[in-house]
């Protein structure tokens, strides 16, 4: 059978001159286009070379088939082309080079609520939103009701959206598009907004779409969302195709290029320039360190259950043997959810030491949910709080399939091991 | 799989116009057109009677300064009368010229995130002004009572130079639309071009006024038969044939070279907007 969707060499070049030039007036662009060929007389080398640096390529010769009933992950960092992928498929730019051969009606959805208007009642941006995305209007009246139930806004559908609260506003935008009914259905990260529990709700309907025997394309950071919801994946790395393959592998292979990336040093964190700081002795601690698995550094961001290594370089102005570091781990609520300190550890060197130290916190399963955690960390000598940095870090952990069943854990603060079995009833015969 | 194919492929050049695509989304044109009527009047106290109230007061000062104090005379009706069947027109002319050019840059969200036929952002703006125009003409039959002025059968043309009006508002408002994606000059330079236009537009003036060997390059002006041939239908006033068809030839002119250059640089706009 062939494919629904045919992506042969695409490649989008842009020019960064013309992106400088936009916002010239029309006397400048007449003034560039008739100095045009004087400056290609004097036409240096100089000349020449920028305007190779002008341009950039966007994508570069990417190639791939999408099946009819396969649900496609994009995944790649920033930049990467992941969305100009997406806006060429969608049809809203033009590809510089290749093709795309489209075979089944298509819907593209690369941002939550587009044409929606402000003045308009909830009623009325269902229907304009609808229309935008490529509904009949017949099939908005069908499905109207379904809309605003899962968009929970029965109570304020006359009320003009510039009143919603964002949630509202992003759930009724979600419920419109996830009601269309395309046979390719291109998404980009739009999951990214909205609360949590209505993330999981748009991720469960996804998960009904792509069961509904849809094609889809899906762009995400949420490498959890990634590996449940797909069944391929595709990485993108500076604009050409790096790898493909099943999504937890494409997945894999991102995680890695991520870890791998030895010119990154966003998880080295030089303290010794931090003015906001309570030093009762003076500005001791001078680096963190942040590693995971295999000492591979932590980059974007930690999956559930993932090892964090933490190295914390200080220094100490005096012989001494009484000196802890402790590391408190805080939510976005601004509670402290866990307390990691040096006197707790049984085996820790004894001895006395002086000068450049470094001291490492080995957490060999980080389990706490999904979120931002905020770092306070602070070194005592003897009784005093000799140095202390609140804020000093952010960690992120993203979603993953921590139990292993393909479902990724919601609610609650952390995860542990746990287990559930049946035992016979007591009265049972 | 249903049989739809689709092949996306860099474009270079002018393209056709895809008829076939434009019928498939045109639920979408009424939802534009209805979209602006519903913003237009929001939130404002008068709401749809502004759509009379613009050209009215311009009636009224019209016919004080140039009818009045200057003397100028209609070409048989009143001077209100005159005055108004050719400032609805204008006005309708104007103001679907400025938003229309004005769409693109409006549209920006639009126009980066979604596909559809992009003429429709422009289209819609002219097609929405198509109510009040229907407002001033309703105030228009209430003048000629008002002055016992008789309606002709010339009224059955009306159409043609209603259609007339849509083609040049829309064909101008196309290219200078599209040209405003890169050049936002656009937005200073329409004001003026608008305000000339009524000028040289014999709206205040009739066009016996302009010596006979210049009233033909007037016809090059496409609103001058429409508001000759707005007076003509409604008003039973006398107009040359060959003036107002060159100016419908040349606003059937405008209106496919709109689609043309719209066509040519639709492409880009997303990557400059």
Not at chain 1, 76 to 95: C, E, F, H, Q, V
Not at chain 2, 230 to 244: C, D, E, H, K
Request: with cysteine.
């Amino acid at each position: 059978m062939r494919p629904i969707l045919e992506i042969k060499h695409l490649s989008k070049e842009y020019r960064l001159g013309r992106a400088f030039h936009r916002t010239e007036n029309f006397r400048e662009f007449l003034k560039r286009k008739l100095t045009a060929p004087v400056r290609a007389l004097r036409g240096s080398q100089a000349a020449e070379e920028r305007i190779k640096e002008e341009r950039f390529w966007a994508l570069r010769d990417v190639s791939f088939d999408v099946a009819e009933g396969d649900v496609v992950g994009i995944i790649g960092r920033n930049g990467a082309g992941k969305s100009t992928l997406l806006k060429i498929i969608s049809r809203i730019t033009d590809p510089t080079e290749g093709a795309v051969l489209v075979r089944g009606r298509m819907a593209s959805l690369l941002e939550v609520g587009t044409g929606f208007h402000p003045e308009l009642t909830g009623r009325e941006n269902i229907f304009l939103n609808g229309a935008i995305l490529g509904m009949r209007k017949a099939e908005i009246v069908s499905k109207f009701d379904e809309i605003v139930t899962f968009a929970e806004v029965e109570k304020f559908l006359d009320t003009p959206v510039k009143h919603y609260s964002s949630g509202m506003y992003v759930r009724l935008a979600f419920a419109v598009a996830a009601h269309l009914n395309p046979e390719i259905l291109i998404v980009d990260e739009v999951l990214a907004v909205g609360d949590v529990a209505f993330q999981k709700k748009c991720l469960g309907k996804m998960n009904e779409v792509s069961r509904g025997g849809r094609t889809v394309l899906f762009v995400s950071h949420n490498m959890a969302a990634i590996e449940n919801l797909c069944k391929h994946g595709v990485v993108l790395e500076h604009g050409k195709l790096a790898f493909q393959g099943t999504s937890k592998e494409a997945v894999h292979h991102y995680l890695n290029s991520l870890s791998g990336a030895q010119d990154s040093t966003g998880h080295i964190l030089d303290l010794s320039d931090v003015s906001d700081r309570r030093s009762m002795v003076g500005p001791l601690l001078k680096r963190l360190e942040f590693y995971t698995d295999r000492d591979r550094p932590v980059i974007e961001g930690l999956q559930i259950g993932a090892r964090l290594k933490i190295r914390v370089h200080f220094d100490l102005p005096n012989p001494t043997s009484s000196f802890n570091i402790g590391l408190g781990f805080n939510n976005v609520f601004g509670q402290r959810i866990f307390t990691a300190h040096s006197q707790f550890e049984p085996n820790r060197a004894s001895g006395e030491r002086v000068g450049p130290q470094v001291f490492v916190c080995d957490i060999p399963s980080l389990t706490f949910m999904p979120g931002e955690y905020t770092l306070r960390l602070w070194l005592d000598i003897g009784n005093t709080e000799a140095d202390l940095i609140n804020d000093v870090a952010r960690v992120t952990v993203i979603e993953s399939d921590y139990y292993g069943t393909g479902k990724v854990p919601w609610n609650g603060t952390f995860v542990l091991k746990h287990h559930w079995y049946i035992e016979q009833a007591a009265d049972a015969k | 799989m249903s049989s739809f194919e689709l092949t996306i492929r860099p474009r270079k050049g002018w393209q056709p116009v895809d008829w076939k695509e434009i019928f498939l989304y045109r639920e979408l044109l009424a939802f534009l057109m209805w979209r602006d009527i519903k913003i237009r009047y929001r939130q404002t106290l008068l709401g749809g009677l502004w759509a009379v109230l613009q050209p009215l007061i311009a009636m009224l000062i019209f016919t004080f300064v140039f009818n009045r104090l200057a003397g100028v005379k209609s070409d048989g009706p009143p001077y209100p009368l005159f005055a108004f069947a050719g400032l609805a027109p204008w006005t309708f002319f104007s103001t679907a010229l400025s938003q229309s050019s004005n769409s693109l840059v409006a549209n920006q969200q639009l126009v980066s995130k979604v596909y559809f036929p992009r003429v429709f952002i422009p289209l819609g703006a002219v097609g929405a002004l198509l109510l009040d125009m229907a407002f001033s003409m309703g105030l228009l039959f209430v003048l000629m009572l008002h002055y016992h002025w008789p309606i002709s059968m010339h009224v059955l043309w009306l159409p043609v130079f209603v259609l007339a009006a849509v083609l040049s508002a829309s064909g101008l408002g196309m290219i200078l639309s599209s040209l405003n994606v890169s050049f936002r000059d656009v937005k200073y330079a329409v004001p003026f071009l608008i305000q000339m236009g009524l000028f040289l537009t014999p709206v205040i003036y009739p066009i016996h006024y302009i010596p006979e060997r210049w009233q033909m390059l007037m016809g090059l002006n496409p609103m001058t038969g429409v508001v000759l041939g707005f007076r003509y239908s409604l008003l039973g006033s006398t107009a040359s044939w060959t003036v107002m068809g060159v100016s419908l030839g040349v606003s059937f002119a405008l209106f496919v070279l709109g689609l043309l250059v719209f066509r040519r640089m639709e492409r880009r706009f997303a990557d400059i907007i």
